[in-house]
């Protein structure tokens, strides 16, 4: 009796652990077919954006304007640099100044002495002067103005360099705020995406109204990124229309992103880009011009501290009356051609202070010279280092930080989709892979700072060629 009624509850254990297993599995399956439904509903709206994307405004890869174009139209309508050209032009106008021989002085002279009480008596006297130059100073006068017309040209060519690194450096921004729009609207639109699909859920009540508040809350978030991201943009764009001489009011479109923008072509090595750039760049040649300038007007000084010489001639003719009391008046007449020079000496007035000056200023731009020379060995240095760096940091996010990030994101939104995980836990992958993406952000605009930096170390003022 015992064992029968062991058996009986043995076999009605059995049936319950059957019906329970069958019965969990039909939820589960239930559960799962409920989400596979939500998540074909969710995949069906996906193919249309949610969000309106305002890229178009910013970006178009065929209309768009290239960093070329843009230096290319500062260098033509930039008012600042049509300024300085304009110093050129004074420069050689200067030059046809020094050319210029010294004018000859034509002199009169009319004397009587009728005052004197002597009638018949006076004199008239005709003369010319001429200063001539000796000692090379018009030589040494020609030398310095023709210096400072390489000065000039070298000052231009400067100023063309530092606006074309001010227009690359606002353009590498405006890039960088181009990649971080572009960014956070794609993780936008997928948030967007993931709002529906929780909105059903909590609709059907299988999803707590607190995980859409928080969800919203963060889709809010990358709005406010968003508009912060647009403002970088508009302000650098804002630059580079100021820069290169466009209208505010007219819109302007990059043609290139930051992974695909052109960039300058570099020497290989670091001592040969040192050396290209002490052969070529504009601020060194302008430094080595101003000390020849220095040089070539203390010559000018030495040379105007010498004894001046001026010829001279004069034409003279008198005439002599008195009263003579058996003939009466008597005169006579005579004429006279003189030669000779005036020399100027220096006794007193040895332009001691003007050569004093002109020695400091030559050992002052000696010394800017060699100045000028180390700040460009620092820059090109410095520059280097930091792409090396950039370099490194961007194939490191490349290839293992940011594809692992997405693979997260992916796989973290597929197991909230079956309900294993919280959107919390979502959520917080989904601000590492924005880190992330910001983090490739600036590695990559680092880098192309960089190679900017080192294009403007180097001396380059004008277009950009692709790096090979």
Request: hydrophobic fraction near 40%; proline fraction near 4%.
């Amino acid at each position: 009796m015992f064992l029968k009624t062991q058996a009986r509850l043995l076999c009605a254990a059995v049936c319950l652990f059957v019906f329970g297993a069958t019965a969990i599995r039909a939820q589960d399956a239930a559960l799962l077919a409920k989400n596979e439904t939500i998540g074909e509903r969710i995949e069906a709206s996906a193919t249309k954006p949610i969000l309106v994307s305002v890229l178009p405004k910013y970006y178009d890869p065929q209309d768009g304007i290239s960093i070329n174009e843009l230096i290319k139209r500062a260098l033509e309508s930039n008012q600042d640099l049509a300024a300085a050209r304009l110093e050129i032009e004074k420069a050689r106008a200067r030059l046809n100044q020094a050319r210029l021989r010294p004018n000859p002085t034509l002199e009169f002279e009319q004397s009587s002495g009728a005052v004197l009480g002597s009638p018949g008596g006076g004199q008239f006297t005709v003369g010319a002067s001429l200063p001539v130059e000796l000692y090379g100073r018009r030589e040494a006068r020609i030398n310095v103005a023709n210096i400072e017309i390489e000065a000039s040209e070298a000052e231009v060519r400067n100023r063309e360099r530092v606006l074309a690194g001010n227009i690359l450096t606002n353009y590498a921004e405006a890039l960088a705020a181009l990649r971080e729009l572009d960014a956070t609207e794609r993780l936008l639109e997928l948030d967007l995406q993931t709002t529906k699909f929780v909105q059903i859920r909590v609709n059907e009540g299988e999803t707590p109204p607190l995980e859409l508040n928080l969800l919203q809350a963060e889709v809010e978030r990358l709005r406010s990124r968003r508009q912060l991201a647009e403002g970088r943009l508009d302000s650098a764009l804002t630059q580079l229309k100021m820069l290169a001489g466009l209208s505010f009011d007219e819109p302007l479109r990059l043609r290139e992103q930051l992974t695909s923008a052109i960039l300058p072509a570099l020497p290989p090595t670091r001592e040969e880009s040192v050396a290209v750039a002490l052969r070529t760049r504009p601020d060194i040649l302008l430094a080595n011009i101003e000390e020849q300038f220095a040089t070539a007007g203390l010559r000018l000084v030495r040379a105007t501290s010498r004894p001046d010489l001026t010829a001279y001639t004069r034409f003279t003719q008198g005439r002599l009356g008195f009263d003579n009391d058996a003939q009466g008046r008597y005169q006579s007449r005579n004429s006279s051609l003189t030669f000779g020079v005036a020399i100027g000496l220096p006794v007193f007035n040895k332009n001691q202070g003007a050569k004093a000056a002109a020695e400091i200023a030559v050992r002052q731009a000696r010394a800017r010279r060699e100045f000028a020379e180390r700040v460009v060995r620092g820059e090109i240095l410095a520059a280097y280092q930091r792409f090396e760096a950039a370099n490194r940091a961007v194939n490191t996010l490349e290839n293992a930080a940011l594809p692992r990030s997405v693979q997260n994101v992916e796989t973290f939104r597929k197991v909230y989709e079956l309900g294993e995980i919280k959107i919390t836990d979502l959520i917080a992958e989904q601000r590492r892979l924005l880190d992330a993406t910001r983090d490739l952000t600036e590695a990559l605009t680092a880098r192309y700072r960089a190679q900017i930096d080192l294009n403007i170390a180097l001396g380059a003022g004008g277009l950009l060629t692709e790096t090979k």
